[in-house]
Structures are given as C-alpha cells and as structure tokens.
C-alpha cells in the first residue's frame, strides 16, 4: 500500500506531463521563430507560420540577440508605439516612417489595433445589453481568448421542451431542440449579431476556454479580464 506522500507524487505527474509538454511547444515556436528570422522572413510571415503573436516574436527575437532586458527597462515595444501613432490619428506611412518598419508590418499592427477597437467597443455594448436586460443584475466573468472575449453569465434557467407554455413552437423547429435554439439566439441577441459566426452552442456541446492555456492559432494566452461576482439573474417563471 502506497503511503500519501508517495500518492501525492503520483497524483502530481500528470500535471508535471502537462508543464513539460506546453514548454516543449513553447520551445519548439521559439525555435522556429528564430530559424525564420534567420532566412530573412517578415514578422507577418512568421506569424503565419509559428502561430505566435508579433508581440512574442519580438520578444522571443530579442531574447536571442540579449536584448530583451535592456528592451524592457528603456523602450515600449513596437507595438505598443504603433499603436500610440494609430490612436493619434497617424497613417500607416507615417508610422512606417517614424518606426522605420516595412508596409507588411505596418499593415498587420493597424489592422490588429482596428480589431482591438472594435473587439472592445463590442464586448462593452455586450456587458451593457446584459446588464440592461437583467436589471443590472449580471457582472459575467470575461475571458480573453487570444481572438477575441469570451463571456460566461450563470442563470437559473429552464427546459424549455419540458415546459408547456412554449409546446406550440416545437412544430416550427424540423426536429431541432428548442433550447439549444434559445442559446444560440441569445448569443446573436446579446452581442447584436456580433459573436463568431462559427459558434454554435447547445446544451450537448459548448466550447469553454481554460484561463492559463494556449490559443494554438496565435498562442495567445488564454486570460480573465473579468471574474464573475457569484450573482445571478433569476427566472421567474
């Protein structure tokens, strides 16, 4: 019979596996990243290809060169300067000018600063729809998925197939599940018409991003931007 500490370590290497396995990529898109440096690749090709963010690669390039502590302690990085010049209202070729960056680059950083405007101007309107529709009863817990904001509001709900007023619209649905319809309209209904085209929730299936993860398209990490307070909206029904 096994003691508890020896328990313990057992119970603990399937999370040491884990660690060593998302250091092992993180390693390995490090290398890589390097490697395309190397050849002469642009910062949007590398993107591409490693599937890393252009503010990692310039942290990962800077790391190889030794750069990376004088770089922290004296300068912002690049993008944070582009999109300081993007929020002043300068050009693209102003700021390719004044950063001495090719348009390709340019390119990349205005549109990835367009999609943070627009991503955050959609993820307040979002809040304030939920919050207006449950009178002021939601402060969701808000993630950051390295696309774009995932947002989780619990609610005390119902089955909507089990409940007799809503009988006459099983006709209308060819089989479907009512509530699963519900969630997916309340998706487009809350973020008016703005989520991801390519979600589609239902209560079989619904995609959950873990906070401290990778998002394997760009490795982003995964972040709360907000924690949910513990509340909740009530159906009153």
């Not at 929730?201 to 931007?225: D, H, M, Q």
Request: aromatic share 10%; with cysteine.
């Amino acid at each position: 019979m096994l003691d508890s500490e020896s328990r313990k370590s057992i119970e603990l290497k399937p999370f040491d596996f884990i660690d060593s396995m998302l250091l092992l990529r993180r390693e390995e898109k490090e290398h890589l990243v390097i490697q395309l440096a190397m050849e002469g690749k642009t910062t949007r090709e590398m993107v591409k290809t490693a599937h890393v963010s252009l503010k990692d690669i310039g942290s990962i390039i800077r790391r190889f060169t030794g750069e990376e502590s004088e770089y922290q302690n004296k300068t912002p990085s690049m993008t944070s300067k582009a999109f300081a010049m993007f929020k002043e209202n300068k050009s693209r070729v102003d700021v390719a000018i004044a950063l001495n960056l090719n348009a390709e680059d340019v390119v990349t950083l205005f549109e990835d600063y367009m999609s943070l405007l627009n991503l955050d101007k959609h993820l307040k309107r979002t809040l304030k729809m939920l919050s207006t529709k449950f009178h002021g009863g939601s402060t969701p817990s808000v993630l950051w998925t390295g696309n774009g904001h995932h947002i989780y509001q619990p609610v005390d709900g119902i089955v909507f197939e089990k409940t007799d007023i809503f009988y006459e619209f099983l006709p209308y649905l060819d089989g479907r599940d009512l509530t699963t319809e519900f969630l997916r309209f309340s998706e487009r209904f809350f973020t008016n018409g703005k989520s991801d085209p390519q979600h589609s929730p239902s209560v079989k299936s619904c995609l959950i991003r873990v906070p401290g993860t990778f998002n394997a398209k760009n490795g982003e990490e995964v972040r709360i931007i907000q924690k949910w307070d513990g509340k909740g909206p009530q159906y009153n029904g």
